[in-house]
């Protein structure tokens, strides 16, 4: 790797606010849009806000102050806030660090709980700040969810340290009926968490400004699922049980800087990678979905399978229709697989047709109508006989746990970032990856564009129905 090449790499990991409009003959990109911007690791500053800003454990060589990071990486599902901002998960970060540190040193036990270093990447050779033995912090300022206004391109993102430290796929939210927003977040990783944010302030509807900084104070919890079908919100304070001085936790900073530790000492269910999660504003059940866990030799309650190779998903039922109770109740909507292989386990209405089930739910979406649908990451030719795509899923009703299929991706790309126009009548989904498994030379499809002189390309599809209306 040379520094050019490193830096390509670091400007290609970030986001991209475009305009899209609807034209005479489709959706198409606004040209020029005054909201058009890229944010890059190269580049782009972004503020550090709630309990661990300014804290000594994000402060780095580049930022004594440790208020300001440069960039977000590997942005995963993200979300929405009703005051029309959007949340960006930063996943895997753990892969872009590189070197060792000395065995006690104070940041070696947080950062192996978390992976770090992971090195898939070269970026410490021509960057300090990700060589571990040189910044120990930096990888604290990473893991986080980033806030960002699409409506105003001169505002710094901001990364929002109260909802917790983790590998996110994603934050959803929903409008609690005491006003207050509660956000859902799964842990990207095997036997890692499901987590829950309530904000302490409430909702202002009439004035956006007053929002916006609602997600730098609130509760952060973890679920813990009985065996009773009731799913227990465990909160991650400082100085409530275990997560005392004693236990290493001077501080909330403490706190949501190691959330994997902390919910670790709370008694956390250990869950089959818990990656979008979902709640429903029209009928207020909230949607896990566990797309796989190949090492499980141990089953718990929420998770009932042994080397689960195809996922499940998994349905939460507030109480009261109250999403900050400190208890909730839960059942599983549908084990994941192929139906008619015994040993798998899977678990579908009995109408799924022999297209209609799937494996590996990675990303999920409700439409205005409250019904669910499901994207998925991980099917392939050899495994399952298929490849990623959209699902519908049926949640009420006799055919409640029936699959259809919808679309289907090209061969090697992952279905990811379904979202609907508020009217349904588009679906918009990210197209990741295709051709993944083949090589450059001689890939496995050119899709889009079809032509001998470009290689396969992920892109944003838009989806809409023949004649009008809604889809579905």
Same mark, same amino acid.
């Given at each position: 790797m040379t520094k050019d090449l490193v830096d390509i790499e670091m400007a290609a990991h970030?986001?991209?606010?475009?305009e899209v409009r609807m034209g005479a003959d489709g959706w198409e990109v606004v040209p020029d849009s005054d909201f058009g911007r890229r944010l890059t690791m190269l580049s782009t500053p972004m503020t550090v806000s709630g309990p661990a800003a300014g804290h000594d454990r994000m402060k780095t060589s580049a930022d004594p102050d440790g208020m300001t990071v440069i960039g977000t990486l590997n942005n995963c599902a993200g979300g929405t806030t009703p005051w029309g901002t959007v949340l960006t998960g930063e996943e895997n970060f753990h892969g872009y660090f590189m070197g060792e540190m000395a065995e006690g040193a104070a940041?070696?036990?947080?950062?192996?709980?978390?992976?770090?270093?992971?090195?898939?990447?070269?970026?410490?050779?021509?960057?300090?700040?990700?060589?571990?033995?040189?910044?120990?912090?930096?990888?604290?300022?990473?893991?986080?969810?980033?806030?960002?206004?699409?409506? &105003?391109?001169? *505002? %710094?993102?901001?990364?929002?340290?109260?909802? !917790?430290?983790?590998?996110?796929?994603?934050?959803?939210?929903?409008?609690?009926g005491d006003g207050r927003v509660v956000a859902y977040m799964g842990d990207d990783e095997r036997f890692e968490y499901l987590y829950r944010f309530v904000t302490?302030?409430?909702?202002?509807? &009439?004035?956006? *400004? %007053?929002?916006?900084?609602?997600?730098?104070? !609130?509760?952060?919890?973890?679920?813990v699922f009985e065996e009773d079908g009731t799913v227990r919100w465990a909160p991650l304070v400082h100085g409530e049980g275990p997560l005392t001085a004693e236990n290493g936790f001077e501080s909330q900073a403490d706190v949501v800087i190691e959330a994997r530790r902390a919910a670790d000492l709370v008694g956390a269910t250990p869950m089959d990678r818990p990656e979008d999660v979902e709640p429903n504003p029209v009928t207020g059940k909230v949607y896990v979905m566990l797309t796989n866990n190949t090492r499980r030799e141990e089953a718990n309650v929420a998770n009932p399978r042994?080397?689960?190779?195809?996922?499940?998903?998994?349905?939460?039922?507030?109480?009261?229709?109250?999403?900050?109770?400190?208890?909730?109740?839960?059942?599983?909507?549908?084990?994941?697989?192929?139906?008619?292989?015994?040993?798998?386990?899977?678990?579908?209405?009995p109408a799924t047709t022999e297209n209609g089930w799937f494996g590996m739910p990675d990303n999920c979406a409700i439409d205005h109508q409250g019904r669910l649908w499901t994207t998925t990451d991980g099917n392939s030719q050899e495994d399952t006989g298929r490849t990623?795509?959209?699902?519908?899923?049926?949640?009420?009703?006799?055919?409640?746990?029936?699959?259809?299929?919808?679309?289907?991706?090209?061969?090697?790309?992952?279905?990811?970032?379904?979202?609907?126009?508020?009217?349904d009548a588009t679906l918009f989904v990210a197209v990741q990856h295709p051709g993944d498994g083949s090589t450059f030379a001689d890939p496995s499809t050119r899709w889009p564009d079809f032509d001998d002189m470009m290689p396969p390309r992920p892109s944003v599809v838009a989806i809409t129905r023949s004649g009008g209306g809604a889809i579905g």
């Open positions: 970030g986001m991209s606010v475009i940041e070696a036990a947080n950062h192996e709980r978390y992976g770090v270093p992971g090195g898939w990447y070269n970026w410490a050779q021509f960057h300090d700040r990700f060589d571990v033995s040189k910044e120990p912090n930096e990888a604290n300022r990473f893991g986080w969810i980033v806030e960002l206004d699409p409506y &105003d391109p001169e *505002a %710094a993102p901001k990364k929002r340290t109260a909802m !917790g430290r983790m590998k996110h796929e994603g934050a959803t939210t929903i409008v609690n302490s302030g409430t909702y202002n509807p &009439d004035h956006r *400004a %007053a929002n916006a900084d609602l997600l730098d104070d !609130g509760t952060l919890s973890v679920a042994v080397d689960n190779a195809f996922g499940h998903i998994v349905e939460i039922t507030p109480v009261d229709d109250d999403h900050a109770a400190d208890t909730s109740n839960w059942t599983i909507l549908v084990k994941c697989g192929p139906p008619d292989v015994p040993d798998v386990g899977a678990e579908w209405n990623d795509g959209v699902w519908a899923m049926e949640t009420d009703g006799e055919l409640r746990g029936k699959g259809k299929h919808f679309f289907r991706v090209p061969v090697g790309a992952e279905m990811c970032g379904p979202i609907f126009t508020p009217d």
